[in-house]
């Protein structure tokens, strides 16, 4: 019943995709795009974003969790589905979901191939299971490391029930003003191949771009290239692709409006007061809803097409706003914290990278912040 919802532009998202493959088809090869849909597909709801991708003819999507792939496969997708993050439960459940749902496992060390190879012995059906096996090459976070990396092809050697079908590393610096970093890491992972195939393993996929290496270096694009945010309309370097469009816009609207004379507080610690005689505009969303508290007094929302500051402390529930600049407010007037507005006083956009500026962090964490009580309305047009 809350007015305040997010709406997702399908179109935006199809239009984000066909631009990636021409960005990335430019080259000798054409490496196959596989979405990242995790977090909810970056707060877009992944379900929807996942058919729409399918549909466009996507060959492949990734997640971080198990229960993200599951929710996938629930969902009727079909395509295949790499499971990064590599943990699968301590006991066999996980891993019966993997060969139930026909998902493929991120493997890095020689225990979990031990425990893949013991359970396809039996549920398999005599199908391998292909894993794909993360290398780190400097990220510090997960992979096997450059030490390690014989012991873990040993557990390969013998078991044949684990086809070694993708080796993978992960780009740790790639958005960077410095790109030496990055070189030093693909380096790193041309060593590994090197390795892999000197033990006579031939893996099908090869990949380690993100949305940055992918779009910034011909050369981190191998056999596939694994996008997320840029799919969503937001460059991972400002200026990469300007061609890129916002997918997701968030409005609610005006449900309380109060003049209150100059020098008068609002909201919790009374961290505003008016400077002069003021129309505040109360709005139904809140840091519950994903808006940073630290927009309190700092952001902006839009109305009928332009900016309106954020006063007082933010709410779980509820934001105010100054709206003594907009000539005839009324309740039931739209107000847009992400994504652009136009209407009778103009025309603006406020973009996740704004945001980000404004509260100190990145877009990726604005547009994950939306929570799941924000309903999502999917539009086609």
Known sequence: MRPTRAEVNLAHLRHNYRVLEKMFGDGKTKP?????????????GSA???????????????????????????????????????????RREGLEEILARDLVPVVYDAGQIERIATLARYESEGRPVRVHLKVDTGMG???VTMSELDDVLDAF?????????????????ADGDDLGPTMEQLARFAEARGRVRARGFSPRFVHAANSAGAMRLSEARFDAVRPGVALFGVSPVPGLAPELKPVIRVRTEVVALRTVEAGEPIGYGYTWRAPR????????????DGLDRKLSNRGHALVRGRRVPMVGTMSMDLTML??????????????VFLGQQ????????????????????????????????VPRFYREP
Request: charged share 25%; with cysteine; net charge negative.
């Open 32 to 44: 196959a795009i596989w979405g990242v849909l995790k977090a909810d597909a970056y707060g877009h």
């Open 141 to 143: 976070r997960l992979g």
């Open 157 to 173: 050697d013998g078991r044949p029930e684990v086809q070694l079908d993708g080796l993978m590393t992960h780009l740790a610096c």
């Open 277 to 288: 005689r003021s129309v505040i505009a109360t709005v139904p969303m809140g840091y519950a």
């Open 322 to 335: 100054d709206m003594t600049e907009i000539p005839g407010a009324r309740i039931s007037d739209e107000v």
């Open 48 to 90: 929807a974003v996942a058919r729409t991708l399918e549909r466009a003819g996507m060959p492949g999507l990734c997640v971080a969790l198990l229960e993200e792939a599951i929710e996938l496969r629930d969902a009727g997708i079909r395509v295949p589905i790499l499971v990064m993050g590599g943990y699968y439960g301590p």
């Open 342 to 373: 136009e209407g009778a006083l103009g025309r603006d956009v406020i973009t996740a990278e704004e945001i980000a500026e404004t509260t100190g962090t990145i877009p990726w964490e604005v547009l994950t912040s939306i929570s799941r009580r």
